[in-house]
């Protein structure tokens, strides 16, 4: 073996040392890395955006991995966590879900129901309406015309259900609302939001029928706090009691 070969072998195990010490320090670094990061755990994060108090559903997340160390600890690791609950705030597009982002959804009391009605989102609801909140629930129902030979009511609005307690808010919807006056059907389209109450049953029977039956539903919000039923003398007006 020449010198000039022996020159060559010498530096192809020159840079064969640098090429494991090389390996080494980056195994080190990787190991460090390790060490500080830790275990991997699963989280969810939000795939849109969650209006407040919008019912949560496991297909408004997505999973992700992230360290162990890193996971607030009020981190939502199991999805199954969400059921039953609904968004305290407005929740964004790509926020961690953690657990006080969310609370119960209201529930029903031994002897009562859930009956959904559609109520018209400007006149009814405003924006304004959430679960949890007690509202009064009012109707006006159009009065018979007078006859040739007299007689007639007026036109009148009523108290249906006082202090209703909202267990649910849905999405605004248009739906068509039809009317029928003198053998002619009318119908126009407008939003509406579904609003689910938790009734008892004769509650919910009143409910029904003025969905059912009258002019206009519309509903009152009830100040916190304020438990006063309506009293009966108000629970029904008409224009002939201002005259």
């Given at each position: 073996?020449?010198?000039r070969q022996r020159r060559g072998v010498l530096l192809l195990v020159l840079s064969l040392l640098c090429a494991?010490?090389?390996?080494?320090?980056?195994?080190?670094?990787?190991?460090?890395?390790?060490?500080?990061?830790?275990?991997?755990?699963?989280?969810y994060e939000l795939k849109q955006d969650v209006s407040a108090y919008e019912r949560l559903k496991g297909a408004q997340f997505r999973k992700v991995s992230m360290p162990k160390r890193w996971l607030p600890g009020t981190a939502?690791?199991?999805?199954?966590?969400?059921?039953?609950?609904?968004?305290?705030?407005?929740?964004?597009?790509?926020?961690?879900?953690?657990?006080?982002?969310?609370?119960?959804?209201?529930?029903?009391?031994?002897?009562?129901?859930?009956?959904?009605?559609?109520i018209d989102a400007e006149t009814g609801v405003a924006g304004k309406i959430k679960p949890g909140n007690r509202v009064n629930i009012y109707a006006t129902f159009e009065g018979e015309r007078a006859g040739?030979?007299?007689?007639?009511?007026?036109?009148?609005s009523?108290?249906?259900?006082?202090?209703?307690?909202?267990?649910?808010?849905g999405k605004l919807t248009p739906f068509k609302e039809g009317e029928d006056r003198d053998e002619r059907t009318r119908q126009r389209e407008r939003d509406g939001v579904p609003i689910?109450?938790?009734?008892?049953t004769e509650d919910a029977q009143r409910v029904a029928y003025a969905e059912s039956f009258?002019?206009?539903?519309?509903?009152?919000?009830v100040a916190p706090g304020d438990d006063a039923e309506v009293p009966e003398d108000d629970r029904t007006y008409s224009l002939a009691k201002d005259r």
């Amino acid at each position: 073996m020449n010198a000039r070969q022996r020159r060559g072998v010498l530096l192809l195990v020159l840079s064969l040392l640098c090429a494991l010490g090389a390996f080494a320090g980056v195994l080190a670094v990787v190991r460090n890395v390790e060490s500080k990061v830790g275990d991997e755990t699963t989280a969810y994060e939000l795939k849109q955006d969650v209006s407040a108090y919008e019912r949560l559903k496991g297909a408004q997340f997505r999973k992700v991995s992230m360290p162990k160390r890193w996971l607030p600890g009020t981190a939502v690791t199991d999805l199954s966590e969400v059921r039953g609950k609904i968004a305290v705030n407005p929740l964004r597009k790509g926020s961690l879900l953690q657990k006080d982002m969310m609370a119960d959804r209201p529930e029903l009391e031994a002897g009562q129901q859930e009956i959904a009605i559609m109520i018209d989102a400007e006149t009814g609801v405003a924006g304004k309406i959430k679960p949890g909140n007690r509202v009064n629930i009012y109707a006006t129902f159009e009065g018979e015309r007078a006859g040739s030979k007299g007689g007639g009511t007026p036109d009148e609005s009523r108290v249906i259900v006082s202090q209703a307690r909202v267990i649910d808010v849905g999405k605004l919807t248009p739906f068509k609302e039809g009317e029928d006056r003198d053998e002619r059907t009318r119908q126009r389209e407008r939003d509406g939001v579904p609003i689910t109450f938790a009734l008892g049953t004769e509650d919910a029977q009143r409910v029904a029928y003025a969905e059912s039956f009258a002019e206009h539903v519309r509903l009152a919000r009830v100040a916190p706090g304020d438990d006063a039923e309506v009293p009966e003398d108000d629970r029904t007006y008409s224009l002939a009691k201002d005259r």
